[in-house]
């Protein structure tokens, strides 16, 4: 073993100080430690260290430290290899109610299946398993690498079954984004509020439909929006006030904002809904920005009229843009969350699109889907822990 490159494997039960005699006989013998990873898990201890020009004698004298700990340890000789040229480093974030063994045996087999290398394995949820993420090299290249990674997702959703799961490139920009948008209906409250304005103004199976298939995509939102307004006239704007009074937060929204407020993020609400419980939303939440559509109201009467500009699919995107152009922003730097079809354009232009309990067109285009549980599952996918968000959201 004279001078070979070993890599050295420490496990049993952990204790304090362990890593701290292991390398202080790393610096008797002048030997130079080129790579240490080090994982707990229910109180076992698993420690690898690299360590070039090891000795018989340095092997020996780790291996008495060890012993006086109960820990055991193996050697074995190891070469840098050349690395693949076409590996790309990915973040693969996997959450739902459970992350069961046959869950995390589709995602494996379906990584294997595309050359993919996990490199590392890390719980994000605390008492259960409910979230986890990989770290992993695969072999896809850089040519169209978005359509690339967007493949590799839809064959993992494919083999999870009822899971979550989130592809991204693993890189600093995942964990640097500054600015987060989101819808508003049936996002970041659980309604809509233009079926509710309807339902008071006994319109409700009439706006109802005319609101699902546009968020199905089937029609125009612009023409859709104008349909059903329109439909609205005479209802007294006190109705207004009411329900801005009254929405009903999505769950995980208070401590989704709270945690983003607090790690320096500006937040926005981009919505196609209505200005009234837009700005209701933004004094609550502590919002930076709110836009959407404001209704005409003349003598205290809803007139059936939006006033300009509309807030389309399109404009949402240019929202997005124009908030972050102010605030000095990359747009890659930007995450947009929605549940519309009228959303895709905003979650296109953002650094990374999430649909939560997403219309299927949408769950199909994004980045990331959130399709179980609340809002605050967003975290996971910057790379934050249960244990974060609760010293963070107390």
């Known amino acids: 073993m004279d001078r070979e490159r070993l890599l050295v494997t420490v496990t049993g039960p952990d204790q304090p100080a362990i890593t701290a005699e292991l390398t202080s006989v790393l610096v008797a013998a002048g030997a130079p430690l080129l790579d240490l990873e080090q994982v707990v898990v229910y109180g076992e201890l698993t420690l690898c260290l690299v360590i070039e020009a090891a000795t018989p004698a340095l092997v020996e004298a780790l291996r008495t430290a060890c012993a006086h700990r109960a820990l055991a340890l193996t050697a074995q000789a190891v070469s840098t290899g050349a690395a693949d040229p076409r590996a790309v480093q990915l973040a693969v ?18 990584l294997a299946e595309h050359g993919g290398n996990i490199e590392r394995i890390h719980r994000l949820s605390d008492s259960d398993l409910s979230a986890i993420e990989l770290i992993v090299s695969v072999p896809i290249g850089a040519d169209d690498l978005d359509g690339r990674l967007h493949a590799l997702r839809q064959h993992l959703l494919a083999a999870a079954g009822a899971i979550d799961i989130a592809v991204q490139r693993e890189s600093q920009s995942r964990r640097a984004k500054r600015l987060v948008a989101m819808d508003m209906d049936s996002t970041l409250i659980q309604m809509e509020v233009i079926d509710e304005l309807a339902r008071r103004a006994g319109v409700g199976d009439r706006v109802a ?8 995509g089937e029609l125009d939102f612009e023409q859709s929006l104008r349909a059903r307004v329109g439909l609205l006239a005479g209802l007294d704007a ?16 208070e401590v989704l904002v709270r945690v983003l407020a607090r790690l320096g993020y500006r937040t926005a609400v981009i919505s196609g809904g209505f200005e009234f419980a837009a700005h209701a939303l933004q004094r609550r939440l502590g919002l930076d920005y709110a836009y959407a559509n404001a209704l005409e109201v003349v003598d205290g009467r809803v007139t059936g009229r939006v006033l300009e500009p509309v807030v389309t699919p399109a404009r949402k995107a240019a929202l997005l843009a ?15 969350i929605g549940d519309g079809a009228n959303d895709l354009p905003m979650l296109e232009a953002a650094g990374l699109g999430i649909a939560f309990h997403a219309k299927p067109k949408l769950t199909a285009a994004a980045d990331a889907a959130i399709s179980h549980g609340s809002l605050t599952r967003v975290l996971y996918l910057l790379g934050l822990r249960a244990r974060d968000l609760a010293e963070l959201a107390p």
């Open 209 to 216: 439909e005319l609101t699902r298939r546009a968020m199905l």
């Open 322 to 336: 124009e908030i972050a152009a102010r605030e000095g922003i990359d747009l890659g730097q930007s995450i947009a």
């Open 238 to 253: 006190a109705h207004l006030d009411d329900i801005a009074a009254h929405l009903p937060l999505s769950e995980g929204a």
């Open 93 to 110: 974030t996997v959450f739902g109610d459970r992350v069961d063994a046959a869950a995390i045996h589709g995602v494996a087999r379906v």
